[in-house]
């Protein structure tokens, strides 16, 4: 049975939500589940922005056909080729041959790449600046080049005051019944899988989400329908807020992420006692994650959101132990920057995961390490209480 819901008078929701994915793109937990947003504009002409992923292929034609409702199908937008959004094209094709492909020059290539069917037949190539009328509808296409692919442009509809987004302002989470923002709590609800979406999805390219918001900012948005997650009415200005900041790879929290592991609970029970430490120093907000136990991706979240990061972690192999080295190269593949960081390092007889997270580091912009004084040798011991109190200032001290 279809499943699609009114947006405007012209508009229609005919996207889907899977709650049966593990991992999306094989990488990311979805215990909400994810949405794979997909629009048709009916008009004069009828234009469909995106395709789903080929999880909901089934749902999404039924989708299509009730939405249509007869008429003909005259665009597929394209906004971007990443295959969540891009499997069904050639079956859109198929199904509705007339239908014209309207995508940026790197698009064909890339359908080219995905597919075998004849793209150079059924495209109209779009650059910066282009408009294509729909009727009542006019809509401008906008490049977004690495938001979160090199092909990606959005779409705005100046008739409607909406941007069509692309992965841009989505998050991970299904769609459950309400569609819009209207009325939830954006702060407490939906911006933690929002952010966890944007840093481990777009994260590494802050300077071309710049430009982006730049962009963005010369238009009169009223609506905003991303590929992911809810339609954005009434947190457009807090969710660009948030945006800006993000890619600038500002803080949004004054606070304290510890990132640790620990083999027997020696170095847990120094970092559960440095947190101790600065909360008698007023510090609140202070998160504490085993990054062997927590997905890297939900780490990653917060090492955005916090502005100071204490690092600590057990020798292994020579090195440092595998699952924070895992993610401590996903903050450096991530382009993390702008943190005040604090390493403690334990090694029972030959400690050098100090040195070897300092290395990964030292290729990040803006990162300064406060404090790495802290060796533990196996556990925490009496006459290391001061270290760890001389640590807990220096953080305090510069929080405040
Ligand atoms: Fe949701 Fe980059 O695809």
């Known amino acids: 049975m279809y499943d699609i819901r009114k947006i405007s008078d012209d508009v229609t929701y005919i996207g889907c939500s899977d709650r049966r994915l593990a991992l999306f793109e094989s990488a990311y937990p979805v215990p909400n589940g994810i949405s794979y947003n997909s629009y048709l504009i009916k008009d004069d002409k009828t234009a469909l922005l995106d395709t789903v992923d080929k999880a909901c292929s089934a749902q999404f034609f039924e989708n299509l056909e009730a939405a249509l409702d007869g008429r003909k199908l005259d665009y597929l937008i394209v906004n971007h080729m990443e295959p969540d959004h891009c499997a069904l094209i050639e079956n859109v094709i198929t199904l509705y041959p007339e239908v014209k492909i309207v995508c940026t020059a790197k698009s064909v290539t890339l359908i080219k790449q995905f597919f075998d069917f004849n793209i150079d037949e059924k495209s109209i190539v779009v650059k910066e600046g282009d408009i294509l009328n729909l009727g009542k509808h006019e809509l401008t296409f906008v490049l977004a080049p690495m938001v979160h692919w090199p092909e990606v442009m959005v779409t705005y509809d100046k008739t409607d005051k909406t941007l069509y987004s692309a992965d841009a302002f989505g998050s991970f989470g299904a769609i459950n019944g309400n569609i819009t923002d209207e009325g939830i ?14 840093t481990n999805i777009v994260g590494k390219y802050g300077p071309q989400v ?90 990653l979240s917060d090492a955005f959101k916090y502005s100071h990061i204490v690092f600590a972690t057990t020798t292994y192999n020579n090195g440092i132990f595998e699952t924070m080295e895992h993610f401590m190269h996903n903050i450096a593949a991530h382009n993390l920057q702008n943190k005040k960081v604090v390493l403690i390092q334990n090694g029972s007889w030959a400690p050098t995961c100090g040195s070897a997270m300092k290395t990964i580091l030292e290729g990040l912009k803006g990162i300064e390490i406060i404090d790495e004084s802290l060796c533990l040798k196996s556990t925490l011991k009496n006459d290391q209480l001061e270290i760890l109190n001389n640590i807990a200032d220096k953080i305090a001290e510069s929080i405040k």
């Open 210 to 299: 710049q430009m982006l918001l730049k962009k963005a900012a010369t238009l009169d948005i009223k609506t905003i329908c991303p590929l992911h997650g809810l339609i954005i009415k009434e947190n457009i200005e807090k969710f660009v807020e948030k945006y800006d900041k993000w890619s600038r790879y500002e803080a949004e929290e004054n606070s304290v992420l510890i990132a640790y592991t620990s083999v027997y609970g020696g170095t847990e029970n120094a970092i559960n006692i440095l947190a101790g430490m600065l909360a008698d120093r007023g510090i609140k907000g202070i998160k504490i994650y085993n990054v062997s136990q927590v997905h890297s991706s939900y780490v």
């Open 185 to 198: 709590c954006f702060k407490c609800q939906y911006l933690d899988e929002a952010r966890r979406y944007y």
